[in-house]
């Protein structure tokens, strides 16, 4: 069986950094960083003060008020992203068949706020079970897909993936494959996350996992820093529609990239620490190169997983200095997560359209907050520290891990 071409025809930001694929963009490219205290709620008590909030953003100017009420942050953001990336492509939503066209999603936690706002409202009361009859609906991991598809009438496939950090990314490649097969010409793809709330903030605290540096929240995110301590909190959502390319094209449609190849592998390590010689990252990125039927001398930028971790930074270019060998000295590797924080859930979505628009404007974001060189990595790495850089970009590699040791990569190629 001859697999499909697959192709990006539109997409869809809400970022801590920009609120639009082009205000991201934008902010990208001039090292902003979306790190700030918290406003959320009172952080007195935390270890962690700050985190990359969304700014600006109010779900009504988007959704109507009584809907958005039903909806958790996270499905929010994902009704949000979505409509930009499906308007960006300019689909034809009476034309289209929407039988063929689906909605897969990523979200590593789904609903944490309304689970949180509800146990504690239960925790005040009598001991009566008096819970809001949108609980549920609005929780489970799955609803955002499912909200998008019932706002347009897609009919194809929906379901939500649920890999941490890695689930969109692995959204995304579940997304390539399925119009690859012929099931779909259409699918609406990404992810969203809503973490920064109390239980979030806590949890992940209480694993010593996130930034303390208080003092400078701006400058907290610094991956492959010597002196980095941990990874910020961010929250939003990315969305790409991919299409098949004969659709594409026979519809005028504008084309940003087609999406090559995907790998998936696991460290099959510990739960929530790399492995420390990135065995899995090694196995990913060779599967996704395999599955793209690209040499490694064929790519020429990677974004990152990028934490700010002091394991994961590390083991994740060793890996790539392993797949790569001599050639990863030549290639662009940079971590967008240094401007936008972790989005969790997000990442993989929104950093590949990070890895999109660098390879269609010639321009690689950059490494911000980079003050001291680790020991531990190799100096000949050129990891786009603290400016932009021009580059012609004919394939980008985005990488994307998660708690349980699950690995996600993905492969985009500038249409010939």
Known sequence: MELKRVVVTGLGALTPIGNTKNEYWDALISGKSGAAPITYFDTEKFKTKFACELKNFKATDFIDRKLAGRMDKFTQYAMVASDEAIADANLDLDQVNK???????????????????????????????????????????????????????????????????????????????????????????????????????GGFNAMHALSTRNESPETASRPFDGTRDGFVLGEGAGALVLEEYEHAKARGAKIYAEFIGGGLSSDAYHMTAPHPDGKGVVAVMKNCLENAGLNPEDVDHINTHGTSTPLGDVAELKAISEVFGEHAKHININSTKSMTGHLLGAAGAIEAISAIMAMENGIIPPTINHTTPDENIDPELNLTLNKAQKRDIKVAMSNTFGFGGHNACVLFKKLD
Not at 112 to 127: A, C, P, R, W, Y
Not at 138 to 161: E, L, V
Not at 166 to 173: D, E, P, R, T, V
């Open 99 to 201: 039988l063929r066209v689906g909605v897969i999603w990523g979200a590593g936690i789904g609903g944490l706020e309304t689970f949180q706002d509800e146990v504690l409202n239960f925790s005040k009361g009598d001991g009566t079970p008096r819970f809001n009859p949108f609980f549920i609906p609005k929780m489970i991991a799955d609803i955002a897909p499912g909200n998008i598809s019932i706002k347009h009438g897609f009919m194809g496939p929906n379901y939500t993936t649920v890999s941490a950090c890695a689930s969109s990314a692995n959204a995304m490649f579940d997304a390539l494959n399925t119009i690859r097969l012929g099931h779909c010409d259409v699918v609406v793809t990404g992810g969203s996350e809503a973490a920064v709330t109390i239980a979030g903030m």
